[in-house]
């Protein structure tokens, strides 16, 4: 595999996937990734799980980054072409260039509550998948209902909408690195399994 340049990257692997949290202070991104790499880690998986430091206050936009492979991961570069994103907050996707690096044909799933007519200029070159992951944070008890905590919601739909990490290992990580409330946050997991959907090109283009 190649860098957008073209050249070889020495330790990359074939099978290598990158994957870029995006979030406010406050929702949990980066603990979503930890948790993500946690599960990945369950299923066999090597995993390197890191932040991107900025401003560390409530409301601050806040990057996470992930990378996992079936074998040694030799990388120590930062992740600048991921393969998937995960939006915790849909407002960033105005506020910063959250596809930065983001190739065609990449994933993308986004909290919101919007309907698919929103996202119709990403779609254009992106899948991208729907969770109302702030609303059933709240239903759960977790957070506040003006500032719900999403990252296990979403990550439970990330399970289940890109099939590359199983929910079981989901939920069994939550349980084990998120004490406080664990059931409920296992149930939004749940939940949101059930509740992700991709938006269908022509539902966009219709809409």
Do not use: W
């Not at 692997?13 to 603990?31: F, K, N, T, Y």
């Not at 992930?66 to 393969?83: D, H, K, N, V």
């Not at 059931?183 to 966009?204: D, G, K």
Request: aromatic letters at 4%; a neutral charge.
């Amino acid at each position: 595999m190649s860098d957008r340049s073209g050249s070889e990257l020495p330790g990359r692997r074939s099978d290598l996937r990158e994957l870029r949290i995006h979030g406010r202070g406050g929702q949990g991104a980066v603990i979503a990734s930890k948790v993500l790499a946690s599960a990945l880690f369950r299923e066999g998986r090597s995993v390197q799980s890191f932040p991107a430091f900025g401003v560390e206050r409530r409301g601050a936009p806040v990057t996470a980054f992930l990378r996992f492979s079936q074998g040694p991961i030799l990388l120590r570069c930062e992740i600048t072409a991921p393969q998937d994103l995960i939006i915790l907050d849909p407002t960033l996707i105005k506020a910063v260039d959250v596809t930065q690096g983001l190739k065609p044909g990449g994933s993308i799933l986004i909290n919101s509550d919007a309907g698919p007519e929103a996202y119709a200029s990403l779609t254009r070159q992106f899948h991208v998948s729907l969770v109302d992951a702030s609303a059933i944070a709240r239903t759960h008890g977790l957070g506040s209902k003006t500032q719900p905590i999403v990252n296990t919601a979403i990550l439970g739909a990330f399970a289940a909408d890109s099939g590359l990490v199983g929910l079981e290992a989901i939920c069994e990580a939550i349980a084990e690195a998120i004490h406080a409330r664990a059931e409920a946050n296992v149930a939004a997991a749940r939940e949101a399994a059930q509740s992700v959907r991709r938006i269908p090109l022509q539902e966009v283009e219709h809409a």
